[in-house]
C-alpha cells in the first residue's frame, strides 16, 4: 500500500496523481467529496466555469474507447477554466508503433499540465506517473481490470447524499466483479470510509480469486446478497464474457443476477441503486428498476463531473486545504 | 599449461570432497586432487587460501539472445557474465528467432560459443518444427548437430496427441525432452499467480492448475511412452508433491526451479514491478517454502538461473505489456549461497544442485573434479560481500529482481577447459 501513497502524495501529503483509491487516507477521500460539494453547483449557474485552472493545459489521454468518463472528464476540465485537448489514441500512435513512453514525451515537450488517461492495461496509470516529467499531473480514467478512482468516487459522493453516513451502511456489488475496475475501486473506497459490510455478488466465474482479502464477503446467491442492504452497485455484464464461457446466456444471466422489482423487495425499503452505465437493460438490470425512483444512475453521470472537478483541482494544488494538515497553506 | 590451485577448500560432491588440499590442472584436464603429483611444475600457481575450489556451474537453462535478439544481448556478452558467475556450461532453449529446429541455428550457436570461448553452450532442440505444436522436429538431426534435448520450450502442444507422439520419437531418438509444464488453455494470456495480488492489481491470472494439470498429462504420457523427461521450472508446491510422487513410483523424470523462485513470491509483483514478470509466475509464500522442501528432499534436483536477458523498452510498459523474464546469471551463485548461510543447504549440496545433478540430466561427464575430467573449475571467496548493481553486470540485460541486494559469495576464478577465462582478483 505504501507504493500507492509514495506515488499517489507530493512530500507535503497533498493529491499529486489520482491513482487508485486504494491506500489514500480517509481525510482525503473525504475532502474530495467536500471540494465536489462545492463545485456542484456550478453546473446550474448562468456562467458554468469557475477560474481555478485557468492557463492550464489537460490532455484526454484515451487508449481505449469511452463515452461518459471522456465526456465528463471534459466538461469538468473546461469549467474549470483550463484548456482541453482530446486525444483518442485507441487507433493512432499505437498502432504506427509508437511506444507509450514516446507517445508521453511527445505530449510533455507540448508542455502540458495534467494528463488524463484510460488504458487496457492494468497498471498503465501508475506506469504513466512514474515516467512523466516532475510538473505533470496524472489522473487515472480507468486502467484495464485494476482502478477506475473517479467512478469511485462519484459513487461515494451519490452514496453520501443519499445515506449520510458510511459507517452503518451495508453494500452489495453485483455482477461480473471480475472484470470490474469499478468494483476494485468501490471496495477500497467503501472500506477507507468506514463501510464494515460490503458484499460482491456474482456466479464463481466472475468473482475474481482472493477478492475477500479486501474486506469482502462473497456471495453467489442475489437474494441472499442484498438482503438489508443500503445500496447496490450494478456492473455491467460485458457481451465478450459470454464467448469467454463465463456465463452461458444472457438470458440465464438475468435470471440469476438481473435485479427486477421482485427481487429488490428484500433489500432495504429506501435501498439505492447504482449502475457505472452503459447500462444493459433487461441483462444485468429490468427497465422498471433502472427507470425507477430507487434508480440513481443518471444523478451518478452529473455528480462525476463535480468529483472530476475536485480531483483536477486539487492535484494542480489550487484548491486550499487540499492537505491533510489544514493549517498547510497554498500559494495559489 | 599446468595450473596449480593450493590451499582452497576443495568442494566436489561427486567424489565426496570437502576438504582443504591442491587442485592440479594440466593441459586442460584435472590431473590430480588433494594431492600433488611428482615432479609437477605449474606455469602458473594460485593461493586460494580462504576459498573455495569447485566443480564449474552447468546451468539448465539461460537465453543468450541469439539468434534473433541480439539488440538486447549476445553470445558474447552473456559468455563474458557467465564466467564471472563461475557458469561454465549453460544450456539454451530452442525460443530464438529462428528457433533451434535444424541444424544450421545449432551450428550458428556453436560458432559464437566458440568463439567468444567463455562458456560451453549446449543448444536445447526445438521438440516440434518451428514450436508450433504441430509436427515433430528433425530431433535425430539436432542431436547428431549437438542438442543435448529437445523442448517445446514456453510454447503449448495443445493436441495430447501430438505430445505424445513427441515424446514416443525423442525417446526412439535417446533424447531427453524438456518440459515446462504449462496448460496453455488454463494459463490464458495470465501475466501473474492468481490470488490476492493478481485481484488487487487487475493483471490477469495464472492459476495453479495451469502447472498442475500440465504435470498431470505429461506423467501420463511418460509412463506410457518410457520417455526421459526433465521438468523444467517448477513453481508450486503441488507441482513438487506430484513429481515427487512421480519418483517414489520410479518414472524416468527430474526436475528444477529457477533462482528467482525459491528467492520471490507474488508478494515482488506488488507495485507493478515488471523485473518480477516471470514465467511461471512468482507465486504464494506456501509455494516458495514448498519448493525449498522439494530442493531439500532431493524432488528438485537442479537450480538454474532461467536467465533472460531483456533490454529497458521490454520492461518500460505497463505490467502485462513487458516481456517476462529476468536477468540472473549473476546472482546464481550468491543466492544459493544464501541458502547455505540460512541452514538450508551444505556447499556440497549447493554444488550437487548447480553442477553434479545437472550433468547427470544431461548425460554428461563433467560436473566434477574428478582426476582425468576436463578442467571445468572456479574459485569462491565465499565470504566476499557485495551489492548487486547494475552498473557492475556483465550481463546486457539489466532486469534483475535483486538490484541493490547485498550479497555474499564471489567467483574469483573461472577456468573452462583449464583456461583462465575469469579472473576477479585483478579488479
Not at chain 1, 125 to 149: E, L, M, T, Y
Not at chain 2, 91 to 98: F, L
Not at chain 2, 143 to 155: F, P
Amino acid at each position: 500500500m505504501t507504493v500507492y501513497n509514495t506515488i499517489q502524495l507530493d512530500e507535503n501529503g497533498r493529491l499529486k496523481h489520482f491513482l487508485t483509491t486504494e491506500g489514500l487516507g480517509r481525510e482525503l477521500l473525504v475532502e474530495i467529496l467536500d471540494h465536489a460539494e462545492s463545485f456542484a453547483g456550478v453546473g446550474s449557474r448562468a456562467v458554468k466555469k469557475v477560474p481555478l485552472l485557468r492557463g492550464k493545459t489537460i490532455v484526454n489521454l484515451f487508449f481505449e474507447p469511452s463515452t461518459r468518463t471522456s465526456t465528463t472528464f471534459d466538461l469538468a476540465a473546461k469549467r474549470l477554466s483550463a484548456d482541453v485537448l482530446n486525444l483518442n489514441l485507441a487507433a493512432s500512435s499505437t498502432s504506427k508503433g509508437e511506444s507509450l513512453l514516446d507517445t508521453l514525451h511527445t505530449l510533455e515537450a507540448m508542455h502540458c499540465d495534467m494528463f488524463i488517461v484510460r488504458h487496457s492495461s492494468s497498471g498503465a496509470a501508475h506506469f504513466i506517473a512514474r515516467n512523466v516529467a516532475p510538473h505533470i499531473s496524472v489522473i487515472n480514467g480507468g486502467d484495464g481490470q485494476h482502478a477506475h478512482p473517479t467512478q469511485a468516487m462519484l459513487d461515494m459522493y451519490t452514496i453520501r447524499k443519499h445515506k449520510q453516513r458510511f459507517d452503518t451502511l451495508r453494500v452489495a456489488i453485483v455482477g461480473d466483479v471480475l472484470h470490474s475496475r469499478v468494483a476494485r475501486s468501490d471496495i477500497h473506497a467503501l472500506k477507507t470510509l468506514g463501510v464494515n459490510d460490503v458484499r460482491v455478488i456474482g456466479p464463481k466465474t466472475l468473482i475474481p480469486a482472493g477478492i475477500e482479502s479486501l474486506g469482502v464477503e462473497v456471495y453467489d446467491n442475489l437474494q441472499n446478497g442484498i438482503t438489508g442492504v443500503d445500496v447496490i452497485i450494478m456492473l455491467r455484464l460485458q457481451k465478450e464474457r459470454m464467448i469467454s464461457a463465463s456465463i452461458p446466456s444472457e438470458h440465464e444471466y438475468f435470471g440469476r443476477y438481473g435485479l427486477t422489482e421482485e427481487k429488490l423487495e428484500v433489500a432495504k425499503s429506501d435501498a439505492i441503486v447504482m449502475h457505472p452505465g452503459p447500462i444493459n437493460r433487461g441483462i444485468e438490470i429490468d427497465s422498471k428498476v433502472a427507470d425507477s425512483d430507487r434508480s440513481v444512475i443518471l444523478q451518478q453521470v452529473s455528480h462525476g463531473i463535480a468529483i472530476r472537478m475536485a480531483v483536477m483541482a486539487m492535484a494542480m494544488g489550487s484548491l486550499s486545504g487540499n492537505t491533510v494538515k489544514p493549517d498547510e497553506d497554498t500559494d495559489k | 599449461m599446468k595450473i596449480q590451485i593450493n590451499n582452497g577448500r576443495v568442494i566436489d560432491p561427486a567424489n565426496i570432497i570437502d576438504e582443504a588440499g591442491p587442485v592440479c590442472i594440466e593441459d586442460g584436464v584435472i590431473v590430480s586432487v588433494m594431492r600433488i603429483p611428482k615432479g609437477f611444475k605449474p606455469d602458473q600457481v594460485i593461493d586460494a587460501r580462504g576459498r573455495w575450489v569447485c566443480p564449474g556451474i552447468i546451468d539448465l537453462s539461460a537465453r543468450f539472445g541469439e539468434p534473433g535478439d541480439e539488440s538486447k544481448a549476445t553470445i558474447a556478452s552473456e559468455a563474458a557474465a557467465a564466467a564471472s558467475a563461475g557458469v561454465t556450461t549453460v544450456c539454451c532453449p530452442p525460443d530464438t528467432s529462428p528457433v533451434i529446429d535444424t541444424p544450421a541455428v545449432v551450428e550458428l550457436i556453436h560458432q559464437r560459443a566458440t568463439k567468444s570461448n567463455k562458456v560451453r553452450i549446449y543448444p536445447i532442440g526445438a521438440l516440434t518444427q518451428g514450436l508450433k505444436g504441430e509436427r515433430l522436429s528433425e530431433m535425430y538431426a539436432l542431436r547428431q548437430a549437438g542438442c543435448i534435448g529437445v523442448s517445446n520450450a514456453n510454447h503449448p502442444v495443445i493436441n495430447n496427441e501430438i505430445l505424445r507422439r513427441t515424446f514416443e520419437y525423442a525417446a526412439s531418438t535417446d533424447l531427453i525432452v524438456f518440459i515446462h509444464p504449462e496448460d496453455h488453455h488454463l494459463r490464458n494470456h495470465g501475466v501473474v499467480n492468481e490470488g490476492a495480488i493478481s485481484t488487487r492489481l487487475g493483471l490477469p491470472p495464472i492459476p495453479e492448475t495451469a502447472e498442475t494439470v500440465a504435470i498431470s498429462t505429461a506423467l501420463l504420457l511418460i509412463e506410457q511412452t518410457g520417455v526421459k523427461a526433465h521438468f523444467c521450472r517448477l513453481s508450486t508446491a503441488k507441482g513438487v508433491e506430484m513429481i515427487a510422487r512421480a519418483k517414489r513410483v520410479g518414472l524416468p523424470v527430474s526436475a528444477d526451479a529457477g533462482i528467482c523462485h525459491l528467492y520471490l513470491t507474488e508478494q515482488d509483483v506488488d507495485g507493478y514491478n515488471a523485473n518480477c514478470h516471470i514465467i511461471p509466475p512468482l507465486r504464494r509464500m506456501e509455494d516458495r517454502e514448498g519448493l525449498l522442501q522439494g530442493l531439500l528432499a532431493g524432488t528438485i534436483d537442479a537450480v538454474c538461473s532461467d536467465h533472460q536477458p531483456h533490454n529497458d523498452d521490454a520492461k518500460t510498459a505497463p505490467f502485462s505489456l513487458t516481456r517476462p523474464g529476468a536477468s540472473t546469471l549473476e546472482a546464481l551463485l550468491p543466492l544459493m549461497l544464501d541458502l547455505v548461510d540460512k541452514d538450508l543447504l551444505t556447499p556440497m549440496q549447493v554444488f550437487e544442485k548447480l553442477a553434479v545433478n545437472p550433468a547427470k540430466i544431461l548425460g554428461l561427464e563433467s560436473g566434477s573434479l574428478t582426476a582425468g575430467s576436463i578442467a571445468d573449475v572456479i574459485v569462491v571467496d565465499p565470504e566476499l560481500s557485495w551489492t548487486l548493481t547494475t552498473s557492475q553486470m556483465l550481463s546486457a540485460g539489466k532486469n534483475t529482481p535483486f538490484i541493490n541486494w547485498e550479497l555474499s559469495g564471489k567467483v574469483t576464478h573461472t577456468f573452462l577447459n583449464g583456461q583462465l577465462v575469469y579472473n576477479g582478483t585483478s579488479s
